[in-house]
């Protein structure tokens, strides 16, 4: 039941990831399918996934008990960094088997799993795993969510490297428009990675998040996957 998981990754932290997979939950969601969105591992926060709360403001639907549970975000440590550290200072370890029951469980009621990442690809889950190795033993395809930022190219381009190296399916990149720094770099950066990705990744679709969605309401509305 693999093959109904889609990662989404990014190139860094802070480059959108969260709101880009709410958006794409809406949209899916508008399309007709029955999807949901997972948080694999959370940091910096308590008590629920601030990840997961705005996944479901951008749906448009409340928390249920899923999200409640812990169910949908099965790792939930206090300090803001990275998992592998946030564990240990916790004294815990981050198993993923138990992803793996908790995203099962999710599959018995949704077709379609928005499974969202921390960070980017080489954030390690632990010292023995990164978030690679977790997307390839598992087969999940990937979206990756990238920015108009400056050396937002470089990251992009090793990003989809490590994945075509490690054989990981890349169905999509998701341009962020947000927030707005260098016009003249974001437009030269979309272009350059317009052209780059249509080349050298022809399967794989370019999606632009929207820069203004104030109602809460654009979607994705040509999506190939």
């Given amino acids: 039941m693999e093959n109904n998981v889609i990662f989404i990754t990014g190139i860094d932290t802070s480059v959108g990831k969260t709101y880009a997979t709410g958006v794409l939950a809406r949209s899916m969601k508008a399309l007709g399918r029955s ?9 910096g926060c308590e008590k629920i996934s601030e990840d997961i709360e705005m996944h479901r403001r951008l749906m448009g639907i409340p928390l249920d008990s899923s999200d409640l549970s812990g169910t949908t975000c099965p790792y ?3 300090y803001p960094c990275s998992p592998h550290m946030a564990a240990a200072m916790e004294k815990k370890e981050i198993c993923t088997t138990m992803i793996n029951m ?18 980017g690809l080489m954030v390690p889950l632990s010292f023995d795993m ?28 090793l990003s ?19 927030p707005k720094i260098d016009a003249k770099i974001e437009e030269n950066t979309y272009q350059y990675l317009e052209r780059y990705i249509s080349h ?3 399967g794989t679709q370019l999606l632009v998040l929207p820069e203004d969605d104030a109602e809460g309401k654009a979607v994705f509305t040509n999506l190939w996957f």
């Fill in 200 to 202: 050298n990744y022809p």
């Fill in 76 to 78: 939930l440590f206090k």
């Fill in 160 to 178: 989809l490297f490590a994945c075509a190296q490690y054989g990981i399916k890349i169905l999509a990149v998701i341009y962020n428009q947000y």
């Fill in 130 to 157: 990164l978030t690679i190795d977790y997307i390839k033993e598992r087969h999940y395809p990937v979206v990756l969510v990238t920015s108009g930022k400056l050396g937002s190219i470089n990251h992009t381009l």
């Fill in 102 to 119: 908790k995203i099962e469980q999710m599959q018995q009621q949704y077709s379609q799993i928005l499974l969202e990442g921390a960070g």
């Fill in 35 to 43: 999807v949901t969105t997972m948080k694999m591992v959370q940091t």
